[in-house]
């Protein structure tokens, strides 16, 4: 079988005019079996918990309660032989050959959806989570280490939506213990009739822009639902004119606690001598 490393001047054609492209496999069914087992030891191990870097993105994430979308932020940190696979090369390589050759990136975090219970991952702007105060152009790559369907929770995607502003998000639920973001009061039927599903093959990647607006469904199959998402930038500009994103701002998220708390652990030891 064939790698992809590149894109055709149709797909960039058709990245640029959709703001969304899928493609084949990046990598190869070895390395995903690879991927699946260094996959599932991290988040078993639960890896990043006590520093906020593993967390529910779809949930209160309360301590004991099962997440139903279970995210690790850069898992690398806790599994760095990630950083030397073929995947991270051809990810970088086909974000290069869509937004230019000085993008630079690697692997963002990584998104479970266990099976039967996995949450849906509302609609959003990747952007939205981002710091108001800069400009971007970057694209995240999405790999799914087996099959994504509708069913185990593909993403979707509004074509052309990257050519829009920010809209208004709000914490999922309007709860502002939950760290994932959602469109605040969106038109799931307009949504639902504009929107593009794309199933993928192991080891295949959609790719986004930050603004794409993008939902993926619950898992609803019996097998769990890997992903693995990475991330291409050029350098940020600072943002022309003035915004914010209230919505990030009252978040009190168990997450940034646990971060907050483990950077205060870290000034601790540093500053008590040894004995
Ligand atoms: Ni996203």
Known sequence: M????????????????????????????EELAWLRSVYDRIFAQRAGRDEGMQFDLGGSDEEGKEAALPQILSPHKYAPELNEGE?????LSIGRALIGDTASGGIGHAIFKPAGIGAATPWHQ???????????????????????????????????????????????GGDVRVHGLELHEPD?????????PCPLEP?????????????????????????????????????????????????????AERERQAAE????SRETPAT
């Not at 609803?220 to 291409?232: D, H, K, M, N």
């Open 87 to 91: 995947f991270v090369k051809n990810a």
């Open 126 to 172: 990747d952007e939205a989570y981002w710091d108001p105060t800069l400009q971007y152009n970057s694209v995240s790559l999405w790999m799914p280490l087996q099959e994504a369907t509708v069913e185990n929770g593909c993403l979707w995607f509004v074509p052309g939506s990257h050519k829009w502003d920010i809209k208004t998000h709000r914490p999922i």
């Open 2 to 29: 064939s790698i992809i490393t590149t894109v055709t001047p149709e797909q960039k054609a058709f990245f640029e005019e959709n703001g969304f492209l899928a493609l084949g496999p990046i990598t190869t069914p």
């Open 203 to 255: 080891g295949g990647v959609t790719v986004h822009y930050n603004r794409t607006l993008h939902y993926a469904g619950p898992n609803t199959s019996g097998i769990p639902r890997r992903a693995l998402i990475l991330g291409a930038s050029l350098p940020t500009q600072p943002y022309p004119g003035h915004r914010r994103f209230p919505w990030n701002e009252i978040k009190q998220t168990p997450r």
């Open 188 to 196: 799931q039927d307009e949504l639902t009739r504009l929107a593009v």
């Open 265 to 268: 652990r870290r000034r601790t």
